[in-house]
């Protein structure tokens, strides 16, 4: 089969053919294939097809320990390399994929937290690789790692899944029939046949759409995984998130509070839009919600879930069932809804609720052009005005607002009962003073009833005028977001990353 071929040749023609390999055949390559991993040395064909960049790109480092291999991937990109030392390296990088063995970075990184949290992931037989098993495992439980080190290669190896579809030899199997018949003219590398798979989304198998979908959330949680979105918000990230620590989508949530700023860049800004709009339908991109509203998916959205292709169905699940989610839930919960109001746009799912009320009584440029500087969170403001000044809403309507509230001020609403008890503290007051006159009446009817007369009764009404207008002030002042201009956004709600 692999006769009559020089060394390099062989070894090519023995990985084509694996899978009709004999075991000890099989453990013989996979174990030259796990020295080749470690040094360049070892990939004769690499180490000449690459020579020249070997000297100049990476000439400053010591072979070894991957470290020529994982320098010319990094250089891939650059303009110095040659086309054949880039195809070389990119069919390499594709070759590791297939085992974590096979990065040797990795592998070493990770030699703690891969028998801890991915133990019997893997075929024990000799020769017989895990075809992506381990490292879709890692991913999957990346936030339990412990090492910081294999922190960094897992997210190395995402972010090498994002830039070519080969590198995430699961993915690429659930969609080998689907880029054939969608993407076949599109050159693999920056993401391109990603792009054009979700494109496509509707029109993939079950199998692909799955994978992509796991694979765009991801994406999701981490800017630096987003090549445009991070290249087109440099700046406003550097001005307004610098102190934000990548991850769990905390840089993105960022940026969008700070979106309406006036020197915000447009098209970091539109991308930043054209993101939230996928977030706003399905659950799986808005991290800070998937990941603390899973028990609560789980107990109240199972029906939902079953549903996961977008229409915000889960999401319109949770804000049903609100009061009964958990406290750190409600906190995501709140955020998403705050956002989607702050940001919206007619006809979206998960804030259709409101578009009659928007229609009747939010000014008709709040809805003229969405997204503009001028009209950004005025819908937002627009509904928590309505809803301090006691206009109708619609229930569900009212209910979404709500939940967009800061917590205090959405307590103040749900339970009014409140102010009997604070009636109730001031006559025990009263009572403990010795107080003669009846400043409040406990056993009245309404249990909030206050008597006074003559110059008390005078200057309670002053004072009861002046806690009225301030108190009323303040509340439409933190209800609407005015602390903090041009947004509806609370900045204490910036925990977790979407």
């Given at each position: 089969m692999c006769i009559n071929q020089g060394s390099a040749r062989v070894i090519r023609c023995l990985q084509d053919h694996r899978k009709s390999l004999q075991q000890k055949c099989a453990a013989a390559l996979f174990d030259h294939e796990v020295r080749i991993s470690e040094d360049i040395d070892f990939n004769s064909v690499m180490k000449k097809t690459c020579a020249w960049e070997i000297n100049q790109l990476c000439k400053d480092l010591p072979h070894g320990h991957g470290r020529i291999i994982r320098c010319l991937e990094e250089k891939t990109e650059d303009p110095d390399m040659s086309k054949e030392c880039k195809s070389e390296v990119e069919r390499v990088m594709n070759e590791k994929a297939k085992d974590y063995r096979l990065n040797y970075r990795l592998t070493h990184a990770c030699e703690q937290d891969i028998p801890r949290l991915c133990d019997n992931v893997c075929s024990t037989i000799p020769g017989m690789v895990c075809g992506g098993l381990v490292l879709q495992c890692l991913q999957d439980k990346q936030d339990n790692i412990t090492v910081q080190a294999c922190q960094e290669e897992v997210f190395y190896f995402e972010l090498m899944e994002v830039k070519d579809f080969r590198n995430d030899v699961i993915l690429a199997e659930a969609c080998r029939n689907d880029v054939e018949a969608y993407c076949k003219d599109v050159e693999p590398g920056e993401g391109r046949v990603h792009l054009c798979l979700r494109f496509n989304k509707d029109k993939l198998t079950d199998k692909c759409r799955h994978e992509e979908t796991k694979l765009a959330a991801i994406e999701y949680g981490d800017i630096r995984l987003a090549s445009k979105l991070n290249k087109l918000c440099s700046e406003e990230r550097a001005v307004y998130c610098k102190d934000v620590k990548p991850g769990k989508a905390r840089v993105v949530k960022c940026l969008i509070e700070n979106m309406a700023q006036p020197n915000f860049g447009e098209d970091c800004k539109e991308e930043l839009q054209q993101r939230d709009e996928i977030m706003k339908s399905d659950i799986r991109y808005d991290i800070g919600v998937f990941t603390n509203c899973k028990a609560d998916m789980n107990t109240y959205c199972k029906d939902a879930r079953t549903q996961f292709r977008g229409n915000a169905t889960v999401l319109k699940c949770l804000t049903d069932n609100f009061?009964?989610?958990?406290?750190?839930?409600?906190?995501?919960?709140?955020?998403?809804?705050?956002?989607?109001?702050?940001?919206?746009?007619?006809?979206?799912?998960?804030?259709?609720?409101?578009?009659?009320?928007?229609?009747?009584?939010?000014?008709?440029?709040?809805?003229?052009?969405?997204?503009?500087?001028?009209?950004?969170?005025?819908?937002?403001?627009?509904?928590?005005?309505?809803?301090?000044?006691?206009?109708?809403?619609?229930?569900?309507?009212?209910?979404?607002?709500?939940?967009?509230?800061p917590k205090d001020v959405r307590s103040y609403f749900e339970y009014p009962e409140s102010t009997s008890a604070i009636v109730q503290k001031i006559a025990s007051m009263q009572r403990a003073a010795g107080l003669e006159s009846v400043l409040v009446d406990p056993y009245a009817r309404d249990g909030s009833t206050v008597t006074v007369t003559g110059w008390v009764a005078l200057a309670c009404i002053i004072s009861l005028i002046v806690v009225i207008i301030g108190g009323a002030f303040m509340m439409y002042k933190r209800f609407m977001g005015i602390d903090k201009p041009y947004t509806l956004i609370s900045p204490h709600v910036r925990d977790g990353d979407a």
């Open positions: 009061p009964n989610l958990a406290d750190s839930c409600q906190t995501e919960m709140s955020r998403a809804v705050r956002v989607a109001l702050w940001d919206y746009r007619p006809g979206v799912a998960f804030t259709a609720t409101c578009d009659k009320d928007i229609e009747t009584l939010c000014p008709r440029k709040a809805r003229s052009r969405s997204g503009g500087v001028f009209t950004i969170g005025v819908v937002g403001r627009c509904l928590s005005k309505a809803l301090v000044e006691g206009k109708y809403l619609q229930d569900k309507c009212r209910d979404l607002v709500l939940i967009a509230a």
